[in-house]
């Protein structure tokens, strides 16, 4: 196998690992590996045929995993959750900007993400890099954004009544479970290389501490709209075997739902994170 190569795919968001099989690596490889996370904020990977056991060993190299309390597990496998749209479903998982689990007090680090079917075309996911929307922004801005903190729920969305439990019934459960919300700096640290990030996203954040609702969707919508600039953006195109493995923190993902009559399946493993400042 060729050496460790790290080539990123745009400036503000992703890079290809090349030259790696994932259940090998040393640790030399798996320090590269690991920077290139938190420079990059979402890796890709081809052509790795893991088991489940492989991949939960591969995951478990970069912290504790988190069990999503929402997701359907794979079976036999609850530390898996299983991201599946069938031939005649609708609506799928994540076809919107979001982050996943901003919605908790201790937001998740990040979620591996594994192929295992995909559809002959579609089913891609789209990337964009919050360091780079942060950077972007104007000194009057940032400063205006500094001491805000979002406020962030999963009601909408996985409670009863959600948007994702009505739509996807039996894919998502646990509706009770979806009572938490969390508040977190607008712009926050990374938690590994301080850079500061915009930490608000269209999925799960509802509002801003201490302002009105109207207030707080004028300025989200002005920053959703930014974000969402094409220059921010990555688009993955998958295969089986394709891994991404994204910074929760640093990104957003949108799963593209492009493929109707089409089955997709993957396998994700999220991992615990650390308090945000
Ligand atoms: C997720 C998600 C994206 C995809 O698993 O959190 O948003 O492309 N999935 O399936
Ligand atoms: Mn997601």
Do not use: C
């Not at 729920?153 to 009863?160: E, I, K, L, Q």
Request: aromatic letters at 10%; proline letters at 5%.
């Amino acid at each position: 196998m060729p050496a460790l190569k790290i080539r990123p795919v745009s400036s503000a968001v992703g890079a290809e690992v090349l030259g790696v099989d994932v259940k090998n690596l040393t640790d030399g490889e798996f320090d590269a590996v690991r920077d290139a996370y938190r420079t990059h904020g979402v890796l890709f990977f081809r052509e790795q045929a893991l088991s489940p056991e492989q991949h939960i060993a591969f995951a478990e190299r970069f912290g504790d995993i988190n069990v999503n309390r929402f997701f359907t597990p794979v079976d036999g496998h609850p530390r898996i959750a299983e991201v599946r749209k069938e031939k005649d479903q609708k609506i799928n998982i994540g076809g919107g900007w979001h982050t996943d689990h901003s919605y908790d007090q201790v937001p998740a680090m990040g979620s591996m993400l594994l192929a295992r079917e995909v559809p002959e075309s579609g089913g891609d996911t789209l990337f964009a890099g919050m360091g780079a929307a942060y950077d972007a922004l104007s000194d009057g801005l940032k400063e205006t954004l500094e001491p805000l903190r979002g406020v962030h729920s999963s009601r909408h969305v996985f409670g009863n009544k959600g948007k994702a439990t009505e739509a996807m019934e039996g894919r998502i459960g646990n509706a009770e479970a979806a009572t938490q919300d969390a508040v977190h700096p607008l712009v926050a640290r990374h938690p590994d290389t301080g850079r500061k990030l915009l930490y608000v996203n269209p999925g799960f954040t509802i509002g801003i501490d201490g302002w009105s609702p109207l207030e707080a969707k004028a300025l989200l919508d002005f920053l959703y709209q930014h974000a969402q600039r094409p220059e921010f953006s990555y688009r993955f195109q998958w295969q089986p075997g394709s891994i991404a493995f994204w910074d929760n923190r640093a990104t957003w993902h949108y799963a593209l739902n492009d493929y109707h009559g089409q089955f997709r399946l993957m396998h994700r493993i999220t991992l615990e994170g650390q308090p945000l400042h």
